[in-house]
């Protein structure tokens, strides 16, 4: 069994860089989403587990490629390096620039979004208008019907019944 130790330094040194690309993931996802959504815990549920599950492929890839499908300790620490250097050095000059086209990214979706939330607001403005006539109507049929019933009826009758003939006939046999 032979130890190289110029192939463990540069497994080494891609360990630190996934490190510090997983940390910069990292922090997309959190400017992204976490800071700006804190009240949306699903969408941070959602970024969490994006990240895991993005992670995770991507270590497997390097274990099966790199390290010969093993993970060894200096790798683990590559990795933890690498993420702390992101941390402590560039993270704070780049996260100005991740709030930034996190903010164009929500504007762009928001004006995206925007006709379908006026043809939503239409559709919605329109049905409760077809509810109220839809009401309408069908009281106006009903009294319609009563009305036509009331004429056949007095058709039927042939003008010589009903109450109010016979009130006017009282009143013509009361006057002699």
Same mark, same amino acid.
């Given at each position: 069994?032979?130890?190289?130790?110029?192939?463990?330094?540069? /497994?080494?040194?891609?360990?630190? $860089?996934?490190?510090? =690309? @997983? !940390?910069?993931? %990292?922090?997309? +996802?959190?400017? &992204?989403?976490?800071?700006?959504?804190?009240?949306?815990?699903?969408?941070?549920?959602?970024?969490?587990?994006?990240?895991?599950?993005?992670?995770?492929?991507?270590?497997?890839?390097?274990?099966?490629?790199?390290?010969?499908?093993? /993970?060894?300790?200096?790798?683990? $620490?590559?990795?933890? =390096? @690498? !993420?702390?250097? %992101?941390?402590? +050095?560039?993270? &704070?000059?780049?996260?100005?620039?991740?709030?930034?086209?996190?903010?164009?990214?929500?504007?762009?979706?928001?004006?995206?979004?925007?006709?379908?939330?006026?043809?939503?607001?239409?559709?919605?403005?329109?049905?409760?208008?077809?509810?109220?006539?839809?009401?309408?109507?069908?009281?106006?049929?009903?009294?319609?019907? %009563?009305?036509?019933?009331?004429?056949?009826?007095?058709?039927?009758?042939?003008?010589?019944?009903?109450?109010?003939?016979?009130?006017?006939?009282?009143?013509?046999?009361?006057?002699?």
């Amino acid at each position: 069994m032979e130890n190289h130790v110029v192939q463990q330094l540069c /497994l080494l040194g891609l360990s630190a $860089l996934l490190g510090s =690309g @997983g !940390a910069l993931l %990292y922090d997309i +996802l959190r400017t &992204a989403v976490r800071l700006r959504h804190r009240a949306r815990k699903v969408l941070t549920h959602l970024a969490d587990g994006l990240y895991a599950v993005a992670m995770l492929a991507v270590l497997a890839v390097f274990m099966r490629r790199y390290g010969g499908g093993e /993970l060894r300790l200096y790798m683990v $620490l590559g990795i933890l =390096g @690498g !993420a702390a250097f %992101y941390f402590l +050095l560039p993270a &704070a000059l780049l996260r100005p620039l991740w709030d930034f086209w996190a903010q164009t990214a929500d504007e762009t979706l928001r004006l995206l979004c925007l006709p379908a939330a006026l043809v939503s607001k239409w559709i919605k403005k329109v049905s409760h208008r077809a509810k109220k006539d839809f009401l309408f109507f069908r009281k106006y049929a009903k009294i319609n019907r %009563y009305r036509w019933d009331f004429i056949l009826i007095h058709r039927r009758i042939g003008g010589k019944g009903g109450r109010v003939h016979r009130e006017k006939r009282k009143k013509r046999e009361a006057k002699p």
